[in-house]
């Protein structure tokens, strides 16, 4: 596959990765073929995927019962333990060494999208499955698809506490005086689809609908005793009950308008600017519906707007995408010992994505992290971008990379005539390196 | 700025500022020892459950689990929960009260991030809609008080926090690691900072974080302790130059499993706010605390041990300068017919009352600057003595 340019892997990837070339030009086609392209360095990062863990989730589930998860863990346990490890790499490695770099782009952006985060123990071995089995697969397909796989899969159902949702007429309902729980109702349609145009009683009827979810080591189902009987009545549409009316509400909720706004202005903000043009919001999410909520087509008309095109670089790098950015220039997958710099034992990105504001797979409310530059912005957050640097700066700089040129592979004509003087003015060439990784021309993408 | 000298520069500053004999303008000031902490309390806050209305007949039935356990009686109709019991020697020396069936003005679509927004923002929006200006109505109060500097108003914390941002300059606090570069590569890499408009301001915020960063004890606040040394931080915030401080304090969407969920974050605010007393000292006489939230929850529990999003809520006051010991603001009462869309604790004061009285006892802000520039829309009416 053809490289890059270094406007089109940075502004839709994570930027230049060392020892590639960069391609000419702005080519949107060159990009499109990304979303399809093997990337054999990015897939040696995979992670077991639910089926392999279920049993290893009911193992540690039995130790933790027994209370013998830390002192006596049974094989399961300690197995589901180096997973969870690899998980915590895999956000950053994978893209510092892929390829194909819109599309772990894109991985990223659906999974904040829809997010699901680590809150408590039994989340952990949930959320990287998520992101590989109901996200990645459906980047390239239907929106409505990816909502159905996201809707039902066991991250989501615990996150968003429908686990234990009932029907108030149900049979377990009126036995046992339970009752909903309208938290993930009111988050699909607020967070992952509409955003707008449906009130109280959408959700609490979605609510209805949707009680009785479960979706464990069986697979996914309604179950009997939690549904609510009747009809339910979202969006003046009428739904019955079972899994196969919620998957055609879920179908109908994609085809609406609001859905396709909402969804075509967080990819335009995300990508192009945190007040993205209006006529390319329109256009992508008319491109949307004409398509049957296809996002493929969506992206082209993103990437050959004008504005995808331009050299002025809008928008800020996440902690994330500045880590994983830094990673690919030194040729580092962020596993790596004894860097100077850093520990002996290791970069420890785990301690510090926290520093830099993005504790891994932990965003801080459904919403997922900010999308918008101020948020990134804040004092200490910048501080902890100069810190990362500093250190980067001695990993890669105290092998004798040339700031000098390490900047031009990384900005090449980006950089502004003050960056290059400040990059080579330094009196150390890892300073130099910090200089070049502590600079706003770095942190915009 | 010269990098080099900032330091020395800060430290000028500061003592200028702490002391009263030689600046004039804090001199001048009367009120210049008040002090104000607001605490976001993000993910809405069950008002129902922390301070529980157990002599309305209702409310036993609503919570046929939340409201089991025993908690310390506040008068002989509310109950605080069991686990804000290490408030209750505030509360006994008058300097712990609460607001109840309070609610900012939005009322259309319980979502936490408008919710949260209009709160900080202010605007009296039933939708939510931010101002123009898309600030912080701590920020605009801020413009509003004589003698303000960059330093009076300061957000503690890693994120940015909406209630300060604006146009009117504010620090923001955090502690941060020791730099190794060298003075020129620092001078280098400020340059760079300084030309960019979306860097310049927190490049230069970050900069004086590091000059502040020795002296101070502990790092990093994270794990049990991480409430009372918040606690700690803001106090000595507010015992340099600043007078205004906010923090977040997230936690509070509990859809199940309330009533573990409860305790710990009660017992997390608890601490804050006890550590805050204990770091301002005598200052804690001229404090005014204020936690608020976007929303109260459900009045009724629901089906898995929690509450949904809801309306009515609960403000949390406390502080020397207040006048506790009382639960304020008028109870609307439980039955079907009270409750808010037939679900939710029906809001009877509107919640930005409290900071504007407060603003207005403490900082001089003048009433019809409050209902307009910094509320609009805010009818004042009566202060209900709130503080001393």
Same mark, same amino acid.
């Given at each position: 596959m053809d490289a890059p340019s270094l406007i089109e892997d940075i502004r839709f990837g994570f930027g230049p990765l060392a020892g590639r070339a960069p391609g000419p030009g702005y080519d949107a086609d060159r990009l499109m073929a990304q979303l399809t392209a093997p990337d054999a360095p990015a897939d040696q990062w995979a992670t077991p995927g639910l089926a392999e863990r279920w049993p290893l989730i009911e193992a540690y589930t039995a130790d933790r019962k027994a209370k013998v998860h830390k002192t006596n863990p049974s094989a399961g346990t300690l197995r589901l333990a180096e997973i969870e490890a690899q998980d915590l790499q895999v956000w950053l490695s994978r893209p510092a060494v892929a390829l194909c770099g819109f599309r772990e782009r894109l991985a990223n952006l659906w999974a904040n999208r829809i997010t699901v985060a680590i809150q408590g123990a039994a989340l952990r071995p949930l959320v990287p499955p998520f992101r590989d089995e109901a996200i990645r697969p459906h980047i390239t397909g239907r929106l409505a698809d990816m909502l159905k796989a996201t809707l039902w899969h066991p991250a989501m159902q615990l996150f968003l506490t429908q686990v234990q949702s009932v029907g108030p007429n149900s049979r377990q309902g009126k036995k046992r005086n339970k009752g909903l729980n309208e938290n993930l109702a009111r988050e699909f349609l607020e967070?992952?689809?509409?955003?707008?145009?449906?009130t109280q009683t959408d959700v609490t009827e979605l609510a209805k609908l949707l009680a009785g979810m479960k979706h464990d080591a069986e697979g996914p189902r309604v179950e009997d005793a939690r549904q609510e009987p009747g009809e339910k009545l979202i969006l003046g549409q009428t739904y019955q009950t079972g899994a196969a009316e919620i998957d055609r509400l879920v179908e109908d909720v994609a085809h609406r308008p609001e859905t396709a706004e909402a969804t075509a202005f967080y990819l335009a903000r995300h990508f192009i600017a945190d007040e993205p043009p209006a006529d390319l919001v329109a256009t992508m999410a008319r491109a949307y519906l004409d398509h049957d909520t296809a996002l493929t087509p969506v992206y082209r008309v993103m990437l050959t707007h004008p504005a995808a095109r331009a050299s002025e670089r809008a928008k800020l790098r996440s902690p994330h995408e500045y880590v994983v950015a830094s990673l690919r220039l030194g040729g580092l997958?962020?596993?790596?010992?004894?860097?100077?710099?850093?520990r002996k034992d290791g970069m420890k990105l785990e301690d510090r994505m926290k520093k830099l504001g993005?504790?891994?797979?932990?965003?801080?409310?459904?919403?997922?992290?900010?999308?918008?530059a101020a948020e990134w912005l804040s004092p200490p957050m910048v501080s902890a971008r100069l810190d990362w640097a500093i250190d980067m700066g001695r990993a890669i700089g105290t092998n004798g990379a040339d700031p000098r040129e390490l900047a031009d592979f990384a900005l090449g004509d980006l950089a502004s005539p003050m960056l290059r003087r400040a990059v080579a003015g330094a009196e150390q060439k890892w300073e130099g390196v910090t200089v070049l990784l502590s600079s706003p021309d770095f942190s915009r993408r | 700025m010269d990098l080099l000298l900032s330091r020395r520069a800060f430290l000028i500053g500061c003592s200028a500022a702490a002391s009263p004999l030689v600046t004039p303008v804090t001199f001048a000031q #009367?009120?210049?020892?008040n002090r104000l902490v607001v605490i976001?309390?993000?993910? #809405?806050?069950?008002g129902l459950d922390v301070v529980r209305p157990t002599g309305d007949l209702g409310f036993a039935a609503l919570r046929p689990t939340l409201a089991a356990g025993q908690g310390p009686a506040l008068n002989d109709f509310f109950t605080l929960h069991p686990a804000a019991e290490p408030l209750m020697p505030l509360w006994r020396a008058g300097e712990l009260g609460f607001a109840h069936a309070t609610a900012t003005p939005y009322r259309q679509g319980r979502s936490h991030f408008v919710g949260q927004d209009a709160l900080e923002n202010g605007t009296d929006a039933l939708d939510g809609t931010p101002t123009q200006a898309h600030d912080g109505w701590l920020n605009r109060a801020l413009g509003l008080i004589p003698g303000a500097h960059a330093e009076t108003g300061v957000s503690v914390g890693q994120q940015r926090l909406l209630l300060l941002e604006g146009a009117t300059p504010t620090d923001h606090w955090f502690p941060v690691d020791e730099s190794p570069l060298s003075p020129q590569g620092l001078q280098l890499i400020a340059a760079l900072n300084e030309a960019d408009p979306l860097f310049a301001a927190p490049f230069a915020q970050a900069q004086r974080l590091a000059d502040t960063a020795d002296g101070m004890t502990g790092g990093v606040p994270r794990g049990k302790g991480q409430y009372r040394q918040l606690g700690t931080y803001v106090a000595q915030r507010l015992l340099g130059p600043s007078r205004i401080a906010s923090f977040s304090f997230g936690g509070w969407d509990m859809h199940k499993d309330q009533a573990r969920a409860m305790a710990g974050q009660l017992g997390g605010l608890s601490d804050a706010i006890v550590a805050l007393k204990e770091g301002l000292g005598a200052a804690w006489g001229t404090t005014l605390v204020l936690g608020i939230t976007e929303f109260g929850r459900t009045a009724r529990e629901n089906g898995t041990g929690g509450t949904d999003h809801g309306t009515g809520g609960l403000a949390i006051l406390a502080g020397g300068a207040l006048r506790g010991g009382q639960v304020f603001g008028k109870w609307p009462g439980l039955g079907e017919s009270a409750l808010f869309e037939s679900r939710d604790l029906m809001?009877?004061?509107?919640?930005r009352s409290y900071p504007a009285w407060a603003l207005q006892a403490l900082f001089g802000v003048s009433g019809a600057d409050l209902e307009t520039r910094v509320f609009p829309g805010l009818d004042l009416d009566r202060d209900p003595g709130l503080v001393l």
């Open positions: 967070l992952h689809t509409m955003g707008r145009g449906y997958t962020g596993t790596e010992a004894g860097l100077r710099g850093f993005q504790p891994i797979y932990e965003a801080p409310s459904p919403e997922g992290w900010p999308e918008t | #009367a009120k210049g020892e976001v309390l993000r993910g #809405a806050m069950d809001p009877t004061t509107d919640v």
